[in-house]
């Protein structure tokens, strides 16, 4: 496996970044950074944003009753939202990762189920925990949607999002149910994720059904390919990732193992204005995404500025810097402040107040158990069988949902 290479994009004569009115008294970016996010602009470009809906997603129909049938997504949507996942991969320094046929058509048979019985968008869905199988539905298949259901990133709508919208949303993890642990995004930018399954059925009441394999035994002993992750990342970084309600911020180490709440400050460097960050909360025993230590904080009311550079300072654990600048620039024709400073972007990581709810919580103890793999030393998961949990357990935290309510 290879990183995406990064290519310098040039797009015409015209520097496709901030408008001017945007960088007013905010950070200069050096030619390197710039030449960055022309290529990020660039490449966003030109993601597909097909919208999708019941007419025109499918490659095969699925059939949702007697002669059940879980269908076919076409090559396209599913090649889009793999697109989708590598480029925000990218904006990490990780490793893209690969559709797995498997694991696509577990995700897809899953999807299936959970709209052949309209499974209710506003209850934990993973595992299938409330809900009885309907006599169409083969007791394997079941037993399938069950188990991948409990290892995957989900995701119920009643928009025609695009492919990628769908990423988008668990990598923000704005509609997280349970809060603020971006168990989502961390699963979607781990460091040891190596393949994927993706899958997305209608149901009759409107809502589709998207799954997204992520929890894959074989890269439980893999080795992680940076020590850390944050977000935002480090350098250059796309305002609208960041500016909305319900963000949480976050950073994971790998292999680091810690078990404290951080005092956290973030910095305006334009302004020299500091701000402590909020709802700093520790889920490292959730294990989300194979990461030894998860932490997530909200950055308060600080102002969110295109252009602005900040200095995040996670006390005793990592201080690093950052600059915001627009990633969406379609119909827009825009120029950039530009520094005497012509060294190269270090916009890539280097690579190489509430409750905890998740202590019943199936998917937490598989990752918990990988956790406990990882710190030999930790006994809270020494009597739980992995693949007991896996079969049985359920999965009552880290469930998205896009809220009816919250669609515009």
Do not use: C
């Amino acid at each position: 496996m290879f990183f995406k290479k990064i290519s310098i994009a040039v797009i015409s004569s015209v520097l496709l970044l901030m408008p001017v009115s945007s960088v007013v008294n905010a950070a200069t970016f050096t030619s390197g950074e710039i030449n960055q996010i022309q290529h990020l602009q660039k490449e966003y470009t030109e993601l597909d944003k097909t919208k999708y809906s019941i007419e025109n997603i499918y490659q095969t129909k699925p059939r949702l009753k007697e002669k059940f049938s879980a269908g076919s997504l076409k090559d396209s949507y599913i090649n889009s939202q793999i697109a989708y996942i590598n480029y925000y991969r990218s904006l990490f320094g990780l490793y893209p990762v690969t559709a797995d046929s498997t694991a696509n058509n577990s995700a897809q048979k899953t999807a299936a189920v959970m709209a052949a019985i309209n499974a209710n968008p506003f209850v934990n869905q993973h595992g299938l925990p409330a809900d009885t199988r309907p006599n169409y539905v083969s007791k394997s298949t079941w037993k399938l949607a069950q188990s991948t259901s409990q290892t995957s990133n989900l995701n119920f709508n009643v928009t025609n999002q695009s492919a990628g919208d769908v990423i988008t949303d668990l990598l923000t993890d704005h509609y997280n149910l349970t809060g603020s642990d971006t168990g989502h995004r961390a699963w979607l930018l781990s460091t040891r994720l190596s393949t994927t399954g993706v899958g997305a059925v209608y149901g009759n009441n409107g809502y589709r059904y998207s799954v997204q394999k992520v929890l894959n035994v074989n890269d439980i002993f893999r080795t992680a390919s940076q020590p850390v992750v944050t977000y935002p990342n480090s350098g250059v970084f796309p305002i609208e990732l960041i500016k909305g309600k319900n963000i949480a911020w976050s950073i994971y180490f790998s292999n680091k193992t810690y078990s404290g709440t951080p005092i956290i400050e973030i910095t305006d460097n334009d302004t020299g204005k500091t701000y402590s960050a909020t709802n700093v909360t520790n889920y490292s025993k959730a294990g989300y995404g194979n990461f030894k230590t998860v932490i997530t904080y909200s950055p308060g009311k600080m102002p969110i500025i295109e252009g602005h550079e900040y200095t995040v300072n996670i006390h005793g654990l990592y201080k690093y810097t950052f600059k915001l600048f627009k990633q969406d620039i379609s119909g827009q024709t825009q120029t950039a402040t530009t520094s005497s400073n012509s060294d190269s972007a270090a916009s890539y990581e280097k690579a190489a107040v509430q409750q905890d709810t998740h202590a019943d919580s199936s998917m937490a103890k598989v990752s918990g158990k990988i956790w406990a793999i990882f710190n030999p030393k930790i006994k809270d998961f020494r009597n739980i069988n992995y693949f007991e949990v896996l079969k049985n357990g359920k999965w009552h935290n880290n469930f998205f949902l896009k809220r009816v309510l919250q669609l515009k």
